[in-house]
């Protein structure tokens, strides 16, 4: 394994100039902050579905994997300052990042929804254009920097947008009623519902896929430098294998109860 490991480091030395590189690693840029995608212990060990995705690349690239806890709206310009040489964050591949960044192919993809109080008129709403003329003046929480923030911007710009730095502080101003309703993928608002905080609160039943508007993206992908050509390739290469194999979707039943996995191109 050793030998390998040194091999591949030789290989991709002169075209990388990365951490990865230099030391037989792949370092992994992600916020652990945002469960079941990424969450971090207090000692910097992270779980979820993002460290999964981020083991099994290592795995097959015969790497050791290092993971760096990192704000989200902080990961892009972290990679590009070379502070880590990939992101796996549940980001998503949208047309202004990849002016920034490089990505892999997408290799995951689940439904945007609402959450709001059972007894908020929103918690009865069916439809698509009903919704969005009820968040009129209602103050809507979402995470700084995401594709939902930017969603909301265009979509329902008459909606009062409140930005968080991390998804707890939204649950907090959510449960405590100083935010109508919050906006994000169903996943981290399901994880929200389970707590006791989210007793008095349901999903709004609309579900808005990624692929319905450009803002929301092309599915979730890894973060790579763009000068970093042979990486990327490599990891669009594992990460095909690792989709066709069924390890993505096996690693997203684990921590979603579904299949998120989204077909090798």
């Not at 579900?207 to 970093?228: C, F, H, R, Y």
Request: charged share 25%; aromatic share 8%.
């Amino acid at each position: 394994m050793k030998l390998k490991v040194l091999s591949l480091v030789a290989f991709l030395a002169a075209g990388m100039g990365s951490a990865y590189a230099a030391e037989g690693e792949l370092s992994i840029g992600t916020e652990g902050a945002y469960p079941p995608w990424s969450m971090a212990d207090a000692a910097g060990n992270v779980t979820g579905f993002d460290a999964d995705v981020g083991n099994l690349l290592c795995a097959k690239l015969e790497v050791k994997c290092k993971f760096v806890v990192q704000a989200f709206d902080g990961l892009i310009p972290a990679l590009k300052a070379k502070r880590f040489d990939v992101i796996i964050s549940g980001m998503s591949i949208t047309e202004d990042r990849k002016k920034e960044i490089s990505f892999s192919n997408g290799y995951a993809e689940l439904a945007n929804m609402f959450v709001a109080p059972k007894s908020s008129d929103l918690a009865g709403i069916h439809d698509f254009d009903t919704l969005i003329k009820a968040l009129d003046g209602k103050k809507v929480g979402v995470q700084a920097g995401t594709t939902h923030a930017h969603y909301l911007e265009k979509n329902a710009p008459k909606a009062d947008l409140k930005t968080y730095d991390t998804l707890d502080q939204m649950q907090i101003d959510l449960a405590s009623g100083r935010i109508d309703t919050a906006f994000s993928d169903a996943s981290a608002l399901e994880d929200f519902l389970a707590k006791p905080d989210g007793k008095d609160f349901q999903l709004v039943d609309v579900k808005i896929a990624s692929s319905s508007d450009a803002t929301l993206g092309e599915g979730i992908g890894v973060g790579i430098a763009q000068e970093n050509t042979e990486l990327k390739a490599k990891i669009d290469k594992a990460l095909c294998e690792l989709v066709n194999d069924g390890s993505i979707a096996k690693a997203s039943e684990t921590w979603f109860k579904t299949d998120i996995s989204r077909p090798c191109k």
